[in-house]
């Protein structure tokens, strides 16, 4: 193959590449990206669904993370947790979204990580279309090198005055439980919170529920004997 040849093959391949990753971006495990730009329904139909389940959660971080200790809030506000089943492909997106801040508290969110995306292919952007609520989306997107934990960030820090507009993450499976992963939001000097959400991957029993399963297996097996 000749030099011109070469570089037809390389062009090809890096389009191709770029057409898989469509509109949205497709975040390995190990990857960052600062592309985070935003999208609308009219860009990727694939966007379009049905909502199979809504939750909001009203949470509040404290100071030195002394929920209970008699410490001031910093922040307080709503995460929305919303999946969406694609009409396209069948589906789900996992939609997050920052609201109903208390506009008294000074604190600003830095960044949100959510996890239980181990083992599948997983992309993400945030809506900004006209229609849609909020006025601030993350700006960056990165994955741990498992690709468990997915982590948003919002360089303009998200203060208490406005609300984020939804951003999310796609996923290759039809198939979400309820309580599975775990949000935690961040403020700007480090203090957080932690929210039970819907995941991707159902949740590992505690070693307690697990005894307790084997042991009601084990009377089971002796009822039968």
């Not at 949470?59 to 709503?78: C, D, H, K, S, V």
């Not at 396209?88 to 969110?109: C, D, P, V």
């Not at 309580?179 to 935690?184: G, K, L, S, Y």
């Not at 929210?195 to 009377?219: I, K, Q």
């Amino acid at each position: 193959m000749n030099l011109s040849q070469t570089l037809g093959a390389a062009i090809i391949m890096a389009c191709g590449s770029a057409a898989l990753a469509g509109p949205v971006v497709d975040l390995a495990p190990g990857e960052i990206t600062g592309e985070l730009s935003g999208i609308t329904n009219s860009t990727m139909g694939e966007l379009i669904g049905s909502v199979q389940s809504d939750v909001y959660q009203d949470f509040a971080i404290y100071a030195n993370q002394g929920e209970g200790r008699g410490l001031p809030a910093l922040y307080e506000g709503t995460l929305l947790t919303r999946v969406v089943r694609s009409n396209q492909t069948g589906n789900l997106h996992f939609n997050y979204r920052i609201l109903n801040a208390n506009s008294e508290l000074a604190g600003m969110i830095s960044r949100i990580e959510v996890d239980g995306f181990e083992g599948f292919q997983t992309r993400v952007e945030y809506r900004n279309e006209l229609s849609s609520p909020g006025v601030q989306g993350p700006s960056d997107a990165s994955r741990s090198e498992n690709g468990n934990i997915l982590n948003f960030e919002f360089d303009e820090l998200l203060d208490s005055s406005a609300d984020s507009r939804y951003f999310f993450a796609m996923v290759d499976t039809d198939t979400f439980y309820e309580n599975a992963a775990n949000a935690t939001i961040f403020l700007q000097n480090g203090e957080s919170v932690t929210l039970s959400v819907a995941g991707a991957t159902p949740s590992v029993p505690a070693p307690g529920a697990l005894a307790l399963l084997s042991a009601g297996g084990l009377m089971t097996m002796r009822r039968r004997r």
